[in-house]
């Protein structure tokens, strides 16, 4: 059996889990989210203050689904109490980043500066022009965007300019060196 998927969650004071038509919805003090369950193999029971991810079949991939659907249900539960955050840093020289409402504004070494819209639920801040803090209530839609943003100028390995995560490590690389 999977050990993460055996796994019981508690559902914490003032957030409400419901299951209806496998899609499970939880509602907190921070927003609410849904997600289906596809996978006809496995189920979700919410009883006495517990979510249990029970799955009915021994197959390889009812396997690994049934870890991932606890995880992704924990992962709701966890954002609508606190919310996710991550944390990119800028380095290069000129590069800054600036937002104002939810648009980025990002100048980072090309003719123009990008753009970027952030969708709804997700809140970008800036409290440094080289750091940028992506927050919201769904750990996968922080990541994408995360992401999404790195993607704008990824870190180059010889003076590691680019935006990268902030705990993220950048192995650089030895430039040329003058021949004789």
């Known amino acids: 059996m999977s050990r993460i998927g055996r796994l019981p969650i508690t559902i914490p004071a003032g957030v409400t889990v419901e299951e209806k038509d496998r899609v499970v919805t939880v509602k907190g003090p921070k927003g609410q ?9 496995i189920e979700v029971k919410i ?15 009812v396997k690994s689904k049934h870890g991932l659907y606890r995880m992704l249900i924990a992962n709701m539960i966890d954002g609508v109490v606190k919310p996710f955050t991550k944390s990119l840093v800028i380095n290069g020289v000129g590069y800054k980043a600036q937002v104002s409402g939810q648009k980025l ?8 500066p990008v753009e ?21 209530i769904s750990k996968e ?5 995360a992401a999404t943003i790195r993607s704008k100028r990824p870190v180059e390995p010889y003076h590691a300019y680019g ?7 950048v192995i650089r690389k030895e430039g040329k060196t003058a021949g004789k």
């Open 163 to 169: 935006i990268r995560y902030a705990d993220e490590v």
């Open 47 to 61: 009883e006495a203050g517990q979510v249990h991810v029970i799955r009915h079949n021994e197959e390889k991939s």
């Open 33 to 41: 989210l849904s997600q289906k369950i596809a996978d006809r193999n």
């Open 105 to 112: 504004t990002l100048n980072i070494g090309y003719s123009h």
């Open 141 to 145: 839609l922080v990541g994408q965007v």
């Open 116 to 136: 970027y819209v952030a969708p709804e639920g997700i809140k970008l801040e800036c409290p440094d022009i080289t750091q940028i803090n992506v927050t919201g």
